[in-house]
């Protein structure tokens, strides 16, 4: 009997252990990226709170290929006078008074051989949530998409975008 049971026994490890990758799988596809950053800064809050549009800080959407990361100075604008009082603000002021910009970790990242560009996908119409989710509900914000090639290929496709290599490759 114990016999019989003994290979069953490993199969179910064996596809036990299979889950487990697989789930820590799918935890990285939907939960991507997140880095520490140098100060917690929170999007829910200036977007919900403050009510800010993602543009007052990410400047350069409809303009290049980057989006844009605020300066010190733009936040400036505020916690010279906001929010004093908390710690994350004053490490913030800290760094303003050093004049010594903030190396926040990048969040996205692309092989070096891939070309992307804001400004054309903006300008056809095309939400910051179809490609970053819904960043105005993230505490810090994360990668929600895995942003390979197939995906990026299949709306090119579907909206007779380029899809010849050269497009998107250099
Ligand atoms: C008050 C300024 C501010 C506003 C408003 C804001 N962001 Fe950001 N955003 C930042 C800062 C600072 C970072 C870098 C730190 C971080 O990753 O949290 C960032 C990072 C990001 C990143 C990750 C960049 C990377 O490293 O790949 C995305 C995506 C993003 N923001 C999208 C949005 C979207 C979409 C909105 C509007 C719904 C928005 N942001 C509104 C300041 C802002
Ligand atoms: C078609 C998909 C797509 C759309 C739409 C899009 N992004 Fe991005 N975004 C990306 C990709 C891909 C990257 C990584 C590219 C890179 O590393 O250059 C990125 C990187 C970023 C970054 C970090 C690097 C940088 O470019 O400064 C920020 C901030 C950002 N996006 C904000 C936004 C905001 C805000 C919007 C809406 C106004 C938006 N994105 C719309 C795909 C998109
Ligand atoms: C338009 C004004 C405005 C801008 C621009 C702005 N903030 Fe704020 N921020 C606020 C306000 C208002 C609060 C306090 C919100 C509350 O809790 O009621 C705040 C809160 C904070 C906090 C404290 C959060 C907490 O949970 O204690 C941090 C940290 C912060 N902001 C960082 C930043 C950084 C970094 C930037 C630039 C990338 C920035 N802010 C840009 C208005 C702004
Ligand atoms: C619409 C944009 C787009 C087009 C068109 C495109 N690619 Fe890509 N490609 C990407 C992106 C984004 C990545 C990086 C993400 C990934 O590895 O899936 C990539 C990655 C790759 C890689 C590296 C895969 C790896 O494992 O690192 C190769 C090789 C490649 N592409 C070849 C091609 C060839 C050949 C063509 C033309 C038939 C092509 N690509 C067309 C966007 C594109
Ligand atoms: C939701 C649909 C969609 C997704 C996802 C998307 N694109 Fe696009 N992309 C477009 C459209 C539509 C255009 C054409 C805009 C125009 O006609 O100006 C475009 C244009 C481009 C261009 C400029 C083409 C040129 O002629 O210069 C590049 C480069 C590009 N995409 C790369 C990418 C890469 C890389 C990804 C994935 C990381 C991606 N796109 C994901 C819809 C998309």
Same mark, same amino acid.
């Given at each position: 009997m114990i016999k019989k049971l003994l290979p069953l026994a490993f199969i179910g490890l064996a596809v036990a252990g299979v889950l487990l990758v697989g789930a820590m799988g799918l935890n990285w596809y939907y939960n991507g990226n997140k880095p520490d950053q140098p100060i917690?800064?929170?999007h829910n %809050? #200036?977007?919900e709170k403050v009510g800010l549009e993602c543009t007052h800080c990410h400047r350069y959407t409809d303009k290049s290929p980057q989006a844009g990361i605020p300066s010190v100075s733009i936040c400036m604008g505020c916690h010279e006078s906001a929010a004093i009082d908390r710690p994350e603000v004053k490490k913030l002021r800290a760094f303003w008074e050093r004049k010594e910009p903030?190396?926040?970790? *990048?969040v996205h990242i692309q092989?070096? #051989?891939v070309r992307? &560009? #804001?400004k054309r996908h903006i300008k056809a119409g095309i939400e910051c &949530? #179809? @490609?970053h989710g819904?960043? *105005?509900?993230? &505490?810090t914000v994360r990668k929600v998409r895995t942003l390979e090639m197939g995906w990026c290929v299949s709306c090119h496709r579907e909206k007779n975008a380029? &899809?010849? @290599? %050269?497009? @998107?490759? *250099?």
């Open positions: 917690a800064f929170n %809050l #200036h977007i903030i190396a926040w970790n *990048k092989p070096w #051989h992307f &560009t #804001h &949530t #179809h @490609c819904e960043v *105005k509900a993230m &505490t380029p &899809t010849d @290599c %050269l497009n @998107c490759h *250099k």
